[in-house]
């Protein structure tokens, strides 16, 4: 019975949260190209799947957040042995998300993330600095993405340029 009340509120506070159209509120997709240059020396691809979310201060200003996770594999350059040549990796992070500019004319996005997330890359535990960039174009909008992430073992040392397509949900036209 919990779960369920639980669920209902869950549900009706997003279904609330799409239904006010103030800010950027968005879900994205985008595609990366990892690569990996100390231990493994890989490179590959990946795709991840984001919310975005920002509430606007000012005319010329909205803060908020931004969720993201995604997943894929890279493939060494010069492998150990023939059973050593591919690898999975794996990230979920959270950071700031801005808009600067005028909020109902194409604003601008920047986003950051200082290691508020967790990644796997062939076992090693890494956290990802993330800074995104990007502008909105009516409804859609488009962010780039670097990312830098360093294991805790100080075994794996990783780079991803990346690149997300999104569509906004919160209408900014008065």
């Not at 006010?20 to 968005?26: A, E, S």
């Not at 890279?74 to 801005?98: C, Q, T, W």
């Not at 859609?140 to 990783?158: K, R």
């Amino acid at each position: 019975m919990k779960k369920i009340f639980f669920i209902a509120i869950a549900l009706i506070i997003s279904v609330q949260s799409f239904a006010q159209h103030t800010g950027l509120k968005g879900l994205n997709v985008g595609v990366g190209v990892p690569f990996e240059c100390y231990d493994l020396k890989a490179a590959g691809a990946d795709l991840h799947i984001g919310f975005d979310r920002a509430y606007p201060i000012s005319d010329q200003f909205a803060l908020g957040f931004y969720l993201s996770g995604g997943g894929g594999v890279l493939g060494a350059f010069h492998p150990y042995n023939e059973y050593d040549r591919v690898y999975s990796m794996i990230k979920l992070s959270a950071g700031l998300m801005m808009e600067i500019g005028d909020l109902d004319d194409k604003p601008f996005l920047l986003g950051f993330s200082p290691c508020l997330g967790v990644g796997l890359l062939d076992m090693d535990l890494v956290l990802p600095i993330e800074i995104r960039f990007g502008r909105v174009l009516n409804n859609w909008y488009v962010m780039g993405e670097l990312t830098y992430g360093c294991s805790l073992a100080h075994e794996t040392v990783g780079f991803e340029p990346c690149i997300r397509v999104g569509y906004n949900f919160g209408n900014k036209k008065k």
